[in-house]
């Protein structure tokens, strides 16, 4: 079973400020992780990934993500936020098993970011 | 390449009315599913394919069926829409062996039961 719990339904930052989006899991299994973004009326696109190896992974738009095992989390973070970047993330785990297309996805955060 | 593509954007139906949500894919991936998005509850994974003529039940599949005849192709019926079913929907497709399962999601059907 697995599941992916994301702190804070709402985000707020200043453009240029730091952008921090939290992620927690539950899987039996090692885990794969995602983030994705989710732009007003789009479909979901990748942000980045994990699977094996390095744990710090390093995505589009600046994005990077950190899988710390022992605290079964995968934090999104930016260094400094831009208006473009005003989004819907979601965080999502699929087991190495079991079919790879089965994501289990957490609720979203929307992140705003003001002038 | 077009990727995902879904029909219709949008859609209204009457309580108690059929319609099937189209999907399809030009990228040859083996892997195809369908997700509900609703407000606050992420996106859930209705029903999922590892390929033609193979389907399994995701998460919340009751009140939907699936079918799959071609690898490009993935429709999802609605039996008898019910308001629970108002919704934002989305296809993904995925191959496995390339980014480790990456899914790659359609545009989304905004549907609306009355």
């Known amino acids: 079973a697995q599941s992916v719990t994301q702190l804070g339904s709402h985000v707020s930052v200043s453009e240029g400020a730091l952008v921090l989006l939290r992620c927690n899991y539950s899987?039996?299994?090692?885990?794969?992780l995602f983030w994705y973004v989710q732009y007003p009326n789009q479909g979901l696109q990748l942000l980045l990934k994990y699977t094996t190896g390095a744990t710090l992974v390093k995505g589009i738009n600046g994005f990077e993500a950190e899988f710390k095992k022992s605290e079964t989390s995968f934090h999104l973070t930016k260094p400094s936020a831009h208006m473009s970047d005003a989004a819907e993330y979601f965080c999502a785990v699929s087991g190495i098993t079991g079919g790879g297309n089965k994501l289990t996805f957490g609720t979203g955060t929307q992140l705003k970011v003001e002038l | 390449n077009a990727g995902v593509t879904q029909t219709p954007k949008f859609q209204v139906l009457k309580t108690g009315q059929s319609m099937t949500l189209q999907c399809a894919q030009d990228?040859?991936?083996?892997?195809m599913s369908w997700y509900r998005q609703d407000p606050g509850m992420g996106l859930r994974l209705i029903h999922y394919?590892?390929?033609?003529?193979?389907?399994d039940q995701g998460e919340v599949p009751n009140g939907y069926n699936v079918s799959r005849s071609t690898t490009e192709d993935f429709p999802l019926r609605l039996l008898s829409a019910a308001p629970s079913q108002t919704s934002v929907y989305f296809c993904?497709?995925?191959?496995?062996?390339?980014?480790?399962?990456?899914?790659?999601f359609g545009p989304g059907t905004r549907l609306t039961v009355l």
């Open positions: 993904a497709s995925s191959q496995p062996g390339l980014g480790v399962y990456e899914q790659f």
């Open positions: 990228m040859n991936h083996e892997y």
């Open positions: 394919s590892v390929g033609a003529g193979i389907t």
């Open positions: 899987s039996s299994v090692p885990p794969y």
